[in-house]
C-alpha cells in the first residue's frame, strides 16, 4: 500500500510569485484535504476535494486554490504569495467523507519559504 | 464554532516511564471524533489513536490510550513505557461527524524523553 506522497519537499519563492503544491493521495482514498501548519502552530484546514470537486473551505482567501484529478492526487495553488505564506503545506488522503473517511492520512509535506 | 486546547506547550518523561499528555474541546455536538497525531522531526504527522464519541470504551494502541471524558470534554493521551522515539509534537484534533470535511487541531504539546 502506498502513501501519501508530496512534492516538492522544499520550496523557495518571492513575494509576488505564483506556486503549485503536489500530493497523491493513498491507495483506496478519494478525498484529499491541505492544510497550512505556521511554525510552532497546529495545521489549518485550508481546503477539501472530493470526486474533482471542493468539499469544504477554511478561512483562506481565493488565492488559495486547487485541484482534484481523475486519480485523485491533487494541486495546491497559491497566487500573488505573501511573507505570511511561510509554512508548512500539508496534504491529507482519506476515504469518501461521508462513508468511513473520517480519519485523515497524512504525506510528509511541503516546506514553503516566501522572501 | 469547535476549538481544541492544549495547556502543555511541552513536557519531559524519563524514559520507561508514563506521561500523560492534556487536551480540552469545546463542541455543541454529540457526535464526533477525536484523535491524536504525532509529529516527529521529519514533519510526518502520523495518526496515534482515535476515540469516536459515541463509544464509552476508552481506544487503546499498544503503550497508548486515552482517558476520553465526554461531559467533561477533556480527552488526554497517556503513553507508557515511553520510549525515546516517542519524542515528537502531539496534536490533539477534533472532527465533526456531521460535517465531512476539515479537522481541527491544538497548539500541539513537544514532548521531549529524557534517557
Same mark, same amino acid.
Given at each position: 500500500e502506498t502513501g501519501v506522497t508530496q512534492s516538492p519537499t522544499h520550496l523557495i519563492k518571492t513575494r509576488g510569485q505564483q506556486v503549485t503544491l503536489r500530493c497523491s493521495s493513498q491507495s483506496g482514498h478519494n478525498t484529499v484535504s491541505w492544510y497550512q501548519q505556521a511554525l510552532g502552530q497546529g495545521p489549518q484546514f485550508i481546503f477539501q476535494y472530493y470526486r474533482e470537486e471542493e468539499n469544504g473551505r477554511g478561512n +483562506?482567501?481565493?488565492? +488559495?486554490s486547487g485541484l482534484q484529478f481523475p486519480n485523485y492526487s491533487s494541486e495546491l495553488n497559491v497566487n500573488a504569495?505573501?511573507?505570511?505564506?511561510?509554512a508548512l503545506y500539508l496534504c491529507a488522503s482519506s476515504k469518501s467523507p461521508r462513508t468511513g473517511g473520517e480519519t485523515q492520512y497524512f504525506g510528509p509535506g511541503t516546506r514553503l519559504l516566501v522572501l | 464554532a469547535q476549538t481544541v486546547t492544549q495547556s502543555q506547550p511541552e513536557m519531559s518523561v524519563q524514559e520507561a516511564e508514563t506521561v500523560t499528555l492534556s487536551c480540552t474541546y469545546d463542541t455543541s455536538e454529540s457526535d464526533y471524533y477525536l484523535f491524536w497525531y504525532k509529529q516527529p522531526p521529519s514533519r510526518q504527522m502520523i495518526l496515534v489513536i482515535r476515540q469516536e464519541a459515541y463509544k464509552q470504551q476508552n481506544a487503546t494502541e499498544n503503550r497508548f490510550s486515552v482517558n476520553f471524558q465526554k461531559a467533561a470534554k477533556s480527552f488526554s493521551l497517556k503513553i507508557s *513505557?515511553?520510549?525515546?522515539? *516517542?519524542a515528537a509534537m502531539y496534536f490533539c484534533a477534533y472532527r465533526s461527524a456531521s460535517r465531512d470535511d476539515k479537522i481541527i487541531f491544538g497548539k500541539g504539546t513537544r514532548l521531549h524523553i529524557l534517557p
Open positions: +483562506f482567501p481565493p488565492r +488559495f504569495l505573501e511573507l505570511d505564506d511561510s | *513505557d515511553s520510549q525515546l522515539g *516517542d
